[in-house]
């Protein structure tokens, strides 16, 4: 079956308000072949005009973060509604920064996924090893952990909704990206979990994304992976051109 590919650029807490706007117009008119989707992540003030400014273009544009609750007083939070109320279309709920720094837990980003998908929102959800359970080779376990505490809960037709990103924490922001064959063995054992606990035609749907120093010369090698549906970019995507020739080479 052939999922649609997608280059997803999370550009995390970076770039001025002039460099974020002239980087959406950069990817905007970027004209090419891809048939696949781009989705951008800027950060939550830029997030209005990216969406004035992508209307149309192809380029989808998706939030980093919301609150795990609906409405209320909850000074400094964003919620899934008031993102939806603004046109945003994706939501990255899980990222390993999150659950690290900000304490996010299994439990959590379920509730995180539940109210992003009643708004709706679509969802880019993470998961990942860290380095000393990689060494101890316990990454199927973990990652195992990550989708049955905060996934396996949801219906199908809210499972359709839900894009996958494995991104080894010991790869991000490091320079040392995995293999490209350690890359495709942890998609595999990704979509098989999704088979046993969706059922394969669900699985075959899923798409499922690398991320973790993902560049332009290690691109195309990491994208050849059978279960490899596309990259979730963190550095390369703040330069235009280094984020064109990533999507350039699926
Ligand atoms: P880098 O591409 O900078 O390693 O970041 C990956 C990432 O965390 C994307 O969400």
Request: proline share 2%.
């Amino acid at each position: 079956m052939s999922r649609k590919k997608i280059i997803a650029g999370n550009w995390k807490m970076n770039l001025s308000h002039s460099e974020a706007m002239q980087l959406i117009r950069d990817v905007r008119d970027w004209k090419s072949g891809f048939d696949g989707e781009v989705i951008v992540f800027p950060s939550f003030i830029y997030l209005t005009e990216a969406v004035a400014l992508l209307k149309d273009s192809g380029v989808k544009v998706g939030a980093q973060n919301c609150s795990a609750k609906e409405s209320g007083a909850f000074t400094g939070e964003v919620s899934a509604a008031m993102l939806s109320s603004i046109g945003v279309e994706y939501l990255i709920i899980g990222h390993s920064e999150r659950r690290e720094l900000f304490g996010e837990t299994n439990e959590v980003l379920k509730e995180k996924l539940k109210v992003a998908l009643r708004h709706p929102l679509k969802v880019v959800f993470c998961c990942g090893e860290p380095l000393d359970i990689r060494q101890a080779g316990t990454q199927e376990e973990y990652v195992s952990k990550q989708l049955e505490e905060s996934l396996f809960a949801l219906s199908d037709e809210d499972m359709l909704q839900v894009v996958i990103a494995y991104e080894p924490v010991w790869a991000i922001g490091s320079g040392l990206n995995a293999t490209p064959e350690q890359a495709q063995q942890m998609h595999a054992f990704i979509r098989g979990k999704m088979a046993e606990q969706f059922g394969k035609a669900m699985a075959l749907q899923t798409r499922i994304l690398y991320g973790g120093s993902c560049k332009p010369d290690n691109a195309a090698a990491l994208f050849r992976g059978a279960d490899v549906d596309g990259g979730l970019i963190g550095g390369a995507s703040l330069k235009a051109n280094d984020f064109i020739s990533i999507i350039q080479s699926v």
